[in-house]
């Protein structure tokens, strides 16, 4: 069956300190993946975009990197802030490239930095 | 910075009743979509729009759901007979076109059936 896994439900960490997410697909051949972070009660914002020919990407304190091989994206804030405390949503293309377009997401992982 | 726009924000209807869900993609965007999440879970693909038509439907959005653009800037989601099950966050986004891949999503409408 197809399946997008975001490691862990919930991840704490302490101010400073560089969060790491994960995830990973399964029965997928995403052009590309993308990262949004969501707040409670808001819509899903847009982050990073990495495509399957890339192996890594930034913006500012963010790094996305993609491994096409794991099936396996990871996303990483470092020198985080208590104001990156939120849900981060993994999504790919399900087909593909294509015009549609559509977007499948993840659980997402809850992430809590604490000062 | 352009946004995505929603209205209203929370829709409270009747089991039965009919409710438009209204929003206004980024101007000069081309494709649009219709997501939903239901509290607690992974945000779901209803539909996506390109060129006054459905371009792909999900197996959730069934006869009950219709989208419309009926003039140059809005994009609705009608749901013609609510269930309790309907209930969710109601998100819709944009893309701009062929050569990008982003989705821009709206702040929702939280859809509430009693």
């Known amino acids: 069956s197809q399946k997008i896994e975001q490691n862990s439900e919930a991840l704490n960490i302490q101010e400073g300190k560089t969060a790491t997410l994960t995830c990973n697909y399964t029965?997928?051949?995403?052009?590309?993946l993308q990262w949004y972070r969501q707040d409670p009660g808001r819509g899903p914002v847009f982050l990073l975009l990495?495509?399957?020919?890339?192996k890594e990407k930034r913006k500012e304190r963010l790094k996305v990197t993609f491994d096409t091989t794991l099936k396996q994206s990871l996303f990483h804030i470092t020198a985080s802030q208590p104001a990156d405390s939120a849900t981060y949503l993994c999504?790919?293309?399900?087909?593909?490239?294509?015009?549609?377009?559509?977007?499948?997401f993840g659980r997402g992982t809850q992430l809590t930095v604490w000062p | 910075e352009p946004e995505v726009t929603q209205t209203p924000s929370h829709q409270v209807t009747q089991m039965g009743q009919e409710v438009i869900l209204r929003c206004v993609p980024i101007?000069?965007?081309?494709?649009f979509y219709w997501y939903r999440q239901i509290l607690g879970q992974k945000v779901e693909f209803l539909v996506s729009?390109?060129?006054?038509?459905?371009?792909?439907k999900s197996e959730i959005f069934d006869d009950q759901f219709s989208v419309e653009r009926p003039d140059g800037s809005n994009f609705t989601l009608k749901i013609r007979s609510t269930k309790l099950e309907d209930s969710a966050m109601y998100f819709c986004?944009?893309?701009?076109?062929?050569?990008?891949?982003?989705?821009?999503f709206g702040p929702g409408t939280r859809l509430t059936v009693l």
């Open positions: 986004a944009s893309r701009g076109g062929l050569t990008t891949d982003t989705q821009y």
């Open positions: 029965n997928y051949s995403p052009a590309y």
């Open positions: 990495i495509r399957e020919n890339e």
């Open positions: 999504a790919l293309d399900p087909d593909r490239g294509s015009t549609l377009g559509r977007l499948y």
């Open positions: 101007s000069n965007h081309l494709y």
């Open positions: 729009f390109y060129n006054n038509e459905i371009s792909e």
